[in-house]
């Protein structure tokens, strides 16, 4: 016990000697912070970085602070922006222990992506300088392609160029368990590029398909318990799978009918006009649901159910959210 809290204490040490090290702009004096603040790949960059390396002290019981703080003596001695880019890929490679031999052609897949999204990439003429990369990812009605060449700095893959972006930058690191990690900046053109936060960072495995298990009601985290989410799936019918991929975003609404229910909204980001869903249930078990999408004519139909015996009366709940919708005939 004592030689645990021992160790406690000092990782607890290193962490607090090393932690926060992310160039704050509001108190930029030295030269080096001043340029990574002028700089906005820089500012991502450094961001990124910082909350990788504090992953990695926070994660391990002997976390290697001296190896951090090595870094940061570095990234101090540059003196152009060219040579703060360099430390940090630097930085990166000595984390991952990056520049070693890496397989990176495949598909990789984002295991990252919660329901309604997805990523994919497609890594071709890998060598020890570059690779071609072919990324797609989806969030709901929104896509986003990138096609582009990248280049490899101490095992690190380095995108600038994306396609119609020139100053949009992307990294791909290659993890200790043998996944991919990619991050993109969040500013500036990338924002342009990447419509509604559809953005292709995460975690990537390896795969001829995409590895994460078929997502229901319940493991999306809208029903709280396999005994509510069958009895949803048995009244629900073929619609349940309609309900799934209508929970690309969920919000929790008011009861206004007082049966101690839980209601929550789901729509699809980029068309919650017209592909939505609410869900209503309560802790005997009542279900009220109602779903909305365009039919064969392009018009919006409703699809009510509920396990109750009256199948007419809808709750005011549900008659509130449907009122926000219009309906042409």
């Not at 019981?61 to 951090?68: E, F, I, M, V």
């Not at 991952?96 to 495949?106: K, L, V």
């Not at 160029?161 to 990338?190: F, H, K, W, Y």
């Not at 799936?233 to 609404?253: I, P």
Request: glycine residues 6%.
């Amino acid at each position: 016990m004592k030689t645990f809290f021992i160790s406690l204490l000092t990782g607890l040490v290193l962490l607090l000697s090393t932690a926060a090290q992310a160039v704050d702009c509001q108190r930029a004096s030295s030269p080096t912070e001043q340029m990574v603040c002028r700089d906005p790949e820089l500012r991502w960059l450094d961001h990124t970085l910082d909350a990788r390396w504090l992953e990695q002290l926070v994660g391990q019981a002997q976390p290697n602070g001296k190896l951090y703080n090595e870094w940061l003596q570095q990234r101090k001695a540059c003196s152009s922006p060219f040579c703060l880019k360099r430390a940090y890929f630097q930085g990166y490679g000595q984390l991952f222990n990056a520049n070693r031999h890496i397989d990176w052609s495949g598909e990789w897949w984002n295991v990252s992506a919660t329901n309604g999204e997805s990523g994919r990439l497609v890594i071709k003429n890998a060598s020890d300088f570059s690779a071609e990369l072919d990324l797609h990812a989806v969030r709901g009605a929104y896509k986003i392609d990138i096609d582009s060449e990248a280049r490899r700095y101490y095992g690190v893959l380095y995108v600038n160029n994306i396609n119609g972006a020139e100053n949009c930058a992307m990294i791909v690191v290659p993890r200790q368990d043998g996944n991919l990690e990619v991050s993109t900046q969040s500013n500036g053109s990338c924002a342009l590029l990447f419509p509604t936060d559809v953005r292709p960072d995460g975690v990537y495995v390896r795969g001829d398909h995409d590895p994460r298990p078929a997502s229901t009601l319940l493991n999306t985290g809208i029903l709280p318990d396999e005994k509510l989410d069958s009895a949803f799936r048995q009244l629900a019918g073929d619609e349940y799978a309609q309900y799934v991929a209508t929970a690309n975003a969920l919000h929790y609404t008011q009861d206004l009918d007082n049966v101690s229910a839980k209601a929550m909204t789901l729509r699809v980001i980029g068309e919650a006009n017209r592909r939505a869903a609410i869900i209503m249930y309560n802790p005997s078990g009542s279900i009220w649901a109602m779903r909305v999408a365009p039919n064969a004519q392009n018009k919006l139909e409703f699809h009510y159910l509920t396990n109750q015996e009256d199948k007419s009366a809808i709750p005011k709940t549900i008659q509130g959210w449907r009122s926000h919708f219009i309906v042409t005939q």
